[in-house]
């Protein structure tokens, strides 16, 4: 499910699930963690780049496996989630995303979560939560608004709507654009650019950046792991295994 690999001083972490088209499992999850804070301890590293194999990022979290059965499950799901969560923001290594195709709902997340977005020009991009009767989770309410501003993250969490490649570098939600193809060579010469900088200042200034997280986690952890148990939910879930419209009642 991840791969693993290094570019002189950067390691390179592949989201590897092709069935799935890179969904974020919750084993996928937890080897992510594995590979960050092995990173994280490596002093030899400075930077990271997260990619997606095939020709997609991620399509988002696994709805197959989103089974909470009560509210003490959905909560120990996200003690796993946000450490990936916190790993990816507050750690110490820059970390770029090399975004080719979709990356949509929680891959949106995990994107979001990197200082820097290299994205092709068939990347695409959307929160699709509702549609399955969730909010963003994976720390998207906070690093979102911080990228695009209130205004466009609201047409962005609320709406749904996918946004191509030229309109996210243009309200700040990707930062490059490339040629299709070229998202993972881009983001590591960017990466290359911080093997030869001072660790330090880059780690303060990343940590620094995070203030407000834990709150929006805290929010999260507690609304989401109440939105999995409602019919609303369990309504969207089937509706998506079954490709039909979700039939919602608000309950």
């Excluded at 499950?73 to 195709?101: C, D, M, N, Q």
């Excluded at 880059?202 to 507690?222: C, F, I, M, S, V």
């Excluded at 369990?234 to 009642?249: C, H, L, Q």
């Amino acid at each position: 499910m991840l791969s693993e690999s290094r570019d002189g001083a950067t390691a390179v972490l592949t989201l590897d699930y092709p069935e799935r088209r890179n969904a974020l499992a919750m084993p996928m999850r937890q080897r992510l963690v594995d590979a960050l804070e092995a990173i994280e301890a490596d002093r030899a590293l400075r930077a990271i780049v997260i990619t997606g194999a095939g020709r997609n990022f991620s399509a988002g979290g696994d709805i197959s496996g989103m089974d909470a059965a009560d509210l003490a499950a959905g909560r120990e799901r996200f003690r796993l989630t946000h450490r990936l969560v916190r790993l990816l923001i507050k750690g110490s290594k820059p970390v770029i995303a090399a975004v080719e195709g979709w990356c949509v709902g929680a891959g949106l997340s995990v994107a979001m979560c990197c200082d820097t977005v290299v994205a092709a020009e068939d990347a695409r991009f959307a929160a699709g939560f509702g549609k399955i009767g969730l909010v963003a989770d994976l720390g998207l309410l906070h690093t979102l608004p911080a990228r695009v501003g209130q205004g466009q993250a609201r047409q962005i969490l609320l709406y749904g709507e996918p946004t191509d490649a030229e309109r996210a570098v243009a309200i700040g939600m990707a930062d490059h654009i490339v040629p299709s193809g070229t998202a993972l060579e881009t983001a590591l010469a960017r990466a290359a650019l911080f093997h030869g900088a001072a660790p330090l200042p880059a780690a303060l200034t990343r940590q620094y950046l995070a203030a407000g997280l834990d709150a929006a986690l805290d929010w999260e952890r507690d609304t989401q792991s109440a939105l999995f148990l409602t019919a609303d939910h369990i309504e969207g879930k089937a509706a998506f295994i079954a490709k039909r419209a979700p039939m919602f009642k608000g309950v």
